[in-house]
C-alpha cells in the first residue's frame, strides 16, 4: 500500500465531504434569508395597516407637489395581471397623483393602455360618467424600444443629420444633441422624480437610462403583494430627501 | 519589550484567525453564483467627516482606506470587475479649494499606486481610469495614464475608476465615436464603389455599435449596483449598463463600508441571481 496515495486519496475526501459540507450549509442559509424576506413581508404588512388606518400621523398630509412626475416600473409576468396594475392605479388617483410613466420591459402595460385610458385617463375619449369622481392622471407607456433602441434611433438621426453631407461641420455630440434628437422621435417628457419598482428585485430593469440621472428608485416588492401604505412612506420620504445633483 | 513581543504575537494571531475565518466565509459563498462585477457609487466622506467633527478632508482620506478594504474583499470573494465612482463631471461645480482637494488626493494615492506597481502586477490588477480625463489636471492625467499603461498586461483583476463621468457623457460620446466609425467606413467603402455612398440603410448604428464606444464597454455590465449612506438615486452612475443590475444602498456611509455590506450584498445578488440571469437572457 502506497502510504503517500493512501493520503492523497483520504484528503480528497475530507475536502469532498467538505465542499459538500459547505454547498448544503450554503443553501441553509439561503434558506434562512427567505424566510428573513417573509418575515419582513410581515412586518411590513403590518406597517402598511397601521399606516392605511391613520395610525402614524406622519404620513396623513403627503405633500404630492414635490412629485411632479411618477414613475412605475413593473415586472412584464407581473403586468400581465390588469386587475392589480387597475388596483394600483386607483390607489395612485385616490393619492392624488396626476402624472405617471408606466415602464415594462416587454410593453405589456402598452398593450393595455385602452383598459387604463378609459379608467384613468384625462383626455377626450375616456368615457367618464357623470357619477364617476375618479381623479384623473396622464400617461406615459414606456417600454424597452424606448430605452436602448431609442437612442440608436436618435444616432442614426444625427449621423444623417452632420455626417451623409462629408462637407459639414462634426460637433462633438453632447447631451443637448442627444436630447434634440430624442425630442424629434417624440421623447418628450420629463424626468421621473421617484420611480417605484414593482417586482422581485430591485432593479430598473432598462428604463431609459437618460431620463433616471437623479431619480429616485424604490424598490416595493412584488406587485401582488402592492400595499398603499408603504407607496405612502415612498412617497413621504422622497419629499424629505435633499439632492445636491452632484455639488 | 517582552510585552510588546507577546502583544505582537497575539494581533497577529487573531489576524491570522480573523483572516481564516474570512476566506472560510469567502469559500462558503463560493457555492453559489459569485457576481463577475461589482460597481460602487463611493457616497457619504463629507457627512462621514460631519458626523465625526472632521475636517472635510479627512472624510475623502477615510473613504480612500475604505476603497482598499472593499477591493481586496471583493478580490478575495472572486469578483473579477470591480468600478468605483470616484469623481462626477456633476462634482466639479462643488468649491474650488474641495475639488482641489480630491484632485490632490487623486494624484497622491496614484503615484503610491505606482510606487508599489510590483505587488500590484503579481495580484494581475489591471487599473483603468474611465471619464473624459481631459477635464483632469494634467499632473492627475499623466499619473493616471502612466498607472493604466503599467498595469496593462495584467488580466486577473480589473479596477475600473470612473473620473469626470457621467452616464449624460457617456452616452453622446458613444454615438460621436460610432458615427465617427461609421463615417470612416461607408468613406472607404464609398471609395471602393467609384464614390458611392450607401445612405438608404436607415439603421447605420446599432445599439451593439454604441455599446462598443462606450466608456464601459471594456467591461461586463454590472451585476450589483452600491450606493453607500443609504440614497437610492443613480446620480448619473451607468444608466446605461445597469439594465440588469440588483440596486443595493447600505445605510452605511462609504468610509463606514467593509467587509459585510460586501458579504451582504453578494448574498443578496446569490438569493435573486435566477430573475436577474433570466431577465439577461430575455434581453
Same mark, same amino acid.
Given at each position: 500500500m502506497d502510504p503517500v496515495a493512501e493520503s492523497q486519496k483520504f484528503f480528497r475526501r475530507i475536502s469532498q465531504s467538505s465542499n459538500i459540507m459547505l454547498f448544503l450549509l450554503w443553501h441553509v442559509v439561503h434558506l434562512i434569508l427567505s424566510v428573513l424576506y417573509i418575515v419582513r413581508e410581515i412586518f411590513r404588512a403590518i406597517e402598511n395597516y397601521l399606516i392605511t388606518n391613520g395610525y #402614524? %400621523?406622519?404620513?396623513?398630509?403627503?405633500?404630492?407637489?414635490? #412629485? %411632479?412626475y411618477l414613475g412605475i416600473v413593473i415586472d412584464s409576468d407581473e403586468a400581465r395581471n390588469t386587475s392589480k396594475v387597475v388596483e394600483l392605479l386607483e390607489w395612485l388617483s385616490a393619492l392624488g397623483v396626476k402624472k405617471l410613466c408606466l415602464y415594462d420591459r416587454e410593453g405589456v402595460l402598452k398593450k393595455s393602455k385602452a383598459v387604463f385610458m378609459e379608467r384613468?385617463?384625462?383626455?377626450?375619449?375616456s368615457v367618464a360618467g357623470p357619477l364617476v369622481s375618479k381623479k384623473r392622471m396622464d400617461f406615459e407607456f414606456v417600454s424597452i424600444t424606448d430605452g436602448k433602441e431609442a437612442v440608436a434611433k436618435a444616432a442614426n438621426l444625427l449621423f444623417k443629420k452632420y455626417?451623409?453631407?462629408?462637407d459639414s461641420e462634426k460637433p462633438f455630440f453632447t447631451e443637448a444633441h442627444l436630447t434634440d434628437a430624442l425630442k424629434t422621435l417624440g421623447a418628450v417628457e420629463p424626468d421621473p422624480d421617484l420611480l417605484l419598482i414593482y417586482g422581485p428585485?430591485?432593479?430598473?430593469?432598462?428604463?431609459?437610462?437618460?431620463?433616471?440621472?437623479?431619480t429616485e428608485m424604490v424598490h416595493m416588492g412584488p406587485l401582488k403583494y402592492k400595499k398603499l401604505g408603504l407607496i405612502m412612506k415612498a412617497i413621504h420620504r422622497f419629499t424629505k430627501v435633499k439632492q445636491n445633483y452632484g455639488s | 519589550m517582552e510585552e510588546e513581543r507577546q502583544s505582537g504575537v497575539i494581533s497577529k494571531w487573531l489576524g491570522g484567525l480573523i483572516s481564516t475565518m474570512r476566506r472560510l466565509l469567502f469559500t462558503f459563498m463560493s457555492s453559489g453564483p459569485i457576481p463577475q462585477h461589482i460597481a460602487f457609487i463611493m457616497d457619504g466622506n463629507r457627512r462621514f467627516a460631519k458626523k465625526w467633527k472632521l475636517d472635510e478632508g479627512a472624510g475623502h482620506k477615510a473613504g480612500f482606506l475604505s476603497l482598499l478594504s472593499v477591493l481586496k474583499y471583493c478580490y478575495e470573494v472572486g469578483v473579477k470587475y470591480v468600478t468605483v465612482?470616484?469623481?462626477?463631471?456633476?462634482?466639479?461645480?462643488?468649491?474650488p479649494d474641495e475639488v482641489q482637494y480630491v484632485m490632490d488626493i487623486m494624484y497622491e494615492k496614484i503615484q503610491g499606486f505606482l510606487k508599489e506597481l510590483d505587488m500590484v502586477n503579481r495580484y494581475g490588477v489591471r487599473v483603468l481610469f474611465i471619464g473624459d480625463l481631459n477635464r483632469l489636471d494634467e499632473p492627475v492625467r499623466l499619473a493616471a495614464e502612466k498607472a493604466m499603461e503599467a498595469t496593462a498586461k495584467n488580466t486577473k483583476t480589473y479596477l475600473l475608476v470612473c473620473v469626470a463621468y457621467t452616464s449624460s457623457h457617456e452616452i453622446p460620446r458613444a454615438i460621436y465615436e460610432a458615427c465617427q466609425e461609421k463615417s470612416l467606413a461607408l468613406a472607404s467603402s464609398g471609395k471602393n464603389d467609384d464614390?458611392?455612398?450607401?445612405?438608404?440603410?436607415?439603421?447605420?448604428?446599432?445599439v451593439v455599435d454604441l455599446e462598443k464606444h462606450m466608456y464601459m464597454g471594456v467591461a461586463p455590465d454590472p451585476d450589483i449596483l452600491v450606493r453607500s449612506s443609504g440614497e437610492t438615486r443613480l446620480s448619473n452612475f451607468l444608466l446605461w449598463q445597469s439594465t440588469n443590475s440588483l440596486l443595493y444602498s447600505p445605510k452605511a456611509l462609504w468610509p463606514e463600508m467593509g467587509f459585510w455590506q460586501v458579504v451582504w450584498g453578494i448574498l443578496k445578488y446569490q438569493n435573486k441571481c435566477y430573475y436577474l440571469e433570466k431577465k439577461k437572457k430575455q434581453a
Amino acid at each position: 500500500m502506497d502510504p503517500v496515495a493512501e493520503s492523497q486519496k483520504f484528503f480528497r475526501r475530507i475536502s469532498q465531504s467538505s465542499n459538500i459540507m459547505l454547498f448544503l450549509l450554503w443553501h441553509v442559509v439561503h434558506l434562512i434569508l427567505s424566510v428573513l424576506y417573509i418575515v419582513r413581508e410581515i412586518f411590513r404588512a403590518i406597517e402598511n395597516y397601521l399606516i392605511t388606518n391613520g395610525y #402614524v %400621523k406622519t404620513y396623513t398630509n403627503l405633500n404630492l407637489d414635490r #412629485v %411632479k412626475y411618477l414613475g412605475i416600473v413593473i415586472d412584464s409576468d407581473e403586468a400581465r395581471n390588469t386587475s392589480k396594475v387597475v388596483e394600483l392605479l386607483e390607489w395612485l388617483s385616490a393619492l392624488g397623483v396626476k402624472k405617471l410613466c408606466l415602464y415594462d420591459r416587454e410593453g405589456v402595460l402598452k398593450k393595455s393602455k385602452a383598459v387604463f385610458m378609459e379608467r384613468f385617463g384625462s383626455t377626450e375619449n375616456s368615457v367618464a360618467g357623470p357619477l364617476v369622481s375618479k381623479k384623473r392622471m396622464d400617461f406615459e407607456f414606456v417600454s424597452i424600444t424606448d430605452g436602448k433602441e431609442a437612442v440608436a434611433k436618435a444616432a442614426n438621426l444625427l449621423f444623417k443629420k452632420y455626417y451623409v453631407d462629408g462637407d459639414s461641420e462634426k460637433p462633438f455630440f453632447t447631451e443637448a444633441h442627444l436630447t434634440d434628437a430624442l425630442k424629434t422621435l417624440g421623447a418628450v417628457e420629463p424626468d421621473p422624480d421617484l420611480l417605484l419598482i414593482y417586482g422581485p428585485v430591485r432593479c430598473h430593469l432598462g428604463f431609459p437610462a437618460w431620463r433616471i440621472r437623479y431619480t429616485e428608485m424604490v424598490h416595493m416588492g412584488p406587485l401582488k403583494y402592492k400595499k398603499l401604505g408603504l407607496i405612502m412612506k415612498a412617497i413621504h420620504r422622497f419629499t424629505k430627501v435633499k439632492q445636491n445633483y452632484g455639488s | 519589550m517582552e510585552e510588546e513581543r507577546q502583544s505582537g504575537v497575539i494581533s497577529k494571531w487573531l489576524g491570522g484567525l480573523i483572516s481564516t475565518m474570512r476566506r472560510l466565509l469567502f469559500t462558503f459563498m463560493s457555492s453559489g453564483p459569485i457576481p463577475q462585477h461589482i460597481a460602487f457609487i463611493m457616497d457619504g466622506n463629507r457627512r462621514f467627516a460631519k458626523k465625526w467633527k472632521l475636517d472635510e478632508g479627512a472624510g475623502h482620506k477615510a473613504g480612500f482606506l475604505s476603497l482598499l478594504s472593499v477591493l481586496k474583499y471583493c478580490y478575495e470573494v472572486g469578483v473579477k470587475y470591480v468600478t468605483v465612482y470616484a469623481f462626477s463631471l456633476d462634482n466639479f461645480n462643488r468649491r474650488p479649494d474641495e475639488v482641489q482637494y480630491v484632485m490632490d488626493i487623486m494624484y497622491e494615492k496614484i503615484q503610491g499606486f505606482l510606487k508599489e506597481l510590483d505587488m500590484v502586477n503579481r495580484y494581475g490588477v489591471r487599473v483603468l481610469f474611465i471619464g473624459d480625463l481631459n477635464r483632469l489636471d494634467e499632473p492627475v492625467r499623466l499619473a493616471a495614464e502612466k498607472a493604466m499603461e503599467a498595469t496593462a498586461k495584467n488580466t486577473k483583476t480589473y479596477l475600473l475608476v470612473c473620473v469626470a463621468y457621467t452616464s449624460s457623457h457617456e452616452i453622446p460620446r458613444a454615438i460621436y465615436e460610432a458615427c465617427q466609425e461609421k463615417s470612416l467606413a461607408l468613406a472607404s467603402s464609398g471609395k471602393n464603389d467609384d464614390g458611392i455612398v450607401n445612405d438608404d440603410d436607415d439603421d447605420v448604428i446599432k445599439v451593439v455599435d454604441l455599446e462598443k464606444h462606450m466608456y464601459m464597454g471594456v467591461a461586463p455590465d454590472p451585476d450589483i449596483l452600491v450606493r453607500s449612506s443609504g440614497e437610492t438615486r443613480l446620480s448619473n452612475f451607468l444608466l446605461w449598463q445597469s439594465t440588469n443590475s440588483l440596486l443595493y444602498s447600505p445605510k452605511a456611509l462609504w468610509p463606514e463600508m467593509g467587509f459585510w455590506q460586501v458579504v451582504w450584498g453578494i448574498l443578496k445578488y446569490q438569493n435573486k441571481c435566477y430573475y436577474l440571469e433570466k431577465k439577461k437572457k430575455q434581453a
